[in-house]
């Protein structure tokens, strides 16, 4: 195996309106909303650390800085705590190491493609990780853990996938799928959002990427693609042949907490499967079946 230079960074693209969840998202930000008792942005999060990950490059946008302050000390909130005599320790994961936290703005919504390339400066050299907090995934380990572990073996861009029925590929960024070993598939097309009878095959981007950092000279100029956007998608296809390119079939489960029904999907999965709740969640749900 050769050493390849590590992923310590990510960015998480965090400036969407959220007006799917309106009138929720109205004055928070759509990845503060909490299944269960964690906001959305934490389990992304948790899952980069996991993999080894130690700089969260947020790319927020106006009225998002709820996400910031979540990884902050709050100062008042545990030394009222603590006077009461209550553990701190539920609070572990929410505080950031000194400096692991950067944002950076995107001044308008252009697409996820022009979301990624405004972190340029600080994703450097360095391949990165990008994390979509929308798509909740939950392994053991976890999504992001594993495709680092396939980037040690392969190198190159790596981008999760999985199958969906063939009439929802044209919510997505679609692959042309190439040789097949174990869970990794080599990528030899990528495009976004293809009518159904267009679309290469219903493997879709689940929205976690390890990207090389060309992609952002990739993305400068970009035209505009599907839905006049500036699409991740399209730069992504312009490096394949160019550099190794892989998708990883990822062992676990997904939810598109981007839709209601996902995120309420999402929350009660979860919440049946807590030791403090999962008994009781479980009994709700047949009483209210019933
Ligand atoms: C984005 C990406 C798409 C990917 C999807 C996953 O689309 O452009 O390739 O499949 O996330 O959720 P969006 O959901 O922003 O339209």
């Known amino acids: 195996m050769t050493s390849r230079k590590p992923i310590k960074k990510a960015v998480f693209p965090v400036a969407g309106l959220g007006t799917r969840f309106l009138p929720a998202t109205k004055a928070i930000p759509k990845e503060m909303l909490p299944i269960i008792d964690r906001p959305l942005i934490q389990y992304a999060v948790d899952e980069a650390r996991e993999a080894g990950i130690e700089q969260m490059i947020f790319v927020t946008g106006r009225g998002k800085s709820a996400i910031v302050e979540h990884f902050d000390i709050a100062f008042e909130l545990e030394a009222t705590m603590r006077e009461r005599g209550k553990g701190l320790s539920i609070l572990d994961s929410s505080r950031a190491t000194p400096g692991d936290i950067i944002t950076v703005r995107q001044q308008v919504p252009m697409g996820l493609g022009h979301a990624i390339w405004c972190a340029r400066a600080i994703v450097g050299d360095d391949p990165f990780a990008i994390f979509l907090p929308d798509e909740l995934m939950i392994g053991t380990p976890g999504c992001?853990?594993?495709?680092?572990?396939?980037?040690?073996?392969?190198?190159?861009?790596?981008?999760?996938?999985?199958?969906?029925?063939?009439?929802?590929?044209?919510?997505?960024?679609?692959?042309?799928?190439?040789?097949?070993?174990?869970?990794?598939?080599?990528?030899?097309?990528?495009?976004?959002?293809?009518?159904?009878?267009?679309?290469?095959?219903?493997?879709?981007?689940?929205?976690?990427?390890?990207?090389?950092?060309?992609?952002?000279?990739?993305?400068?100029?970009?035209?505009?693609?599907?839905?006049?956007?500036?699409?991740?998608?399209?730069?992504?296809a312009k490096m394949i042949g160019h550099q190794p390119f892989h998708a990883v079939t990822f062992a676990g489960r997904r939810f598109d907490c981007g839709s209601k029904t996902g995120f309420v999907e999402a929350t009660l999965a979860l919440a049946l499967e807590r030791e403090d709740m999962g008994e009781e969640v479980r009994a709700i749900a047949q009483r209210l079946l019933g």
């Open 144 to 236: 992001m853990k594993q495709m680092v572990e396939a980037y040690n073996e392969v190198g190159g861009n790596l981008i999760s996938v999985l199958e969906v029925p063939m009439e929802e590929v044209s919510s997505y960024g679609v692959i042309d799928p190439g040789e097949t070993r174990g869970a990794l598939t080599e990528v030899k097309g990528l495009v976004e959002k293809p009518a159904r009878d267009k679309a290469p095959s219903n493997k879709i981007i689940s929205g976690r990427y390890i990207l090389q950092p060309e992609v952002m000279r990739t993305l400068e100029g970009q035209d505009k693609g599907a839905g006049g956007e500036i699409q991740l998608t399209d730069a992504m």
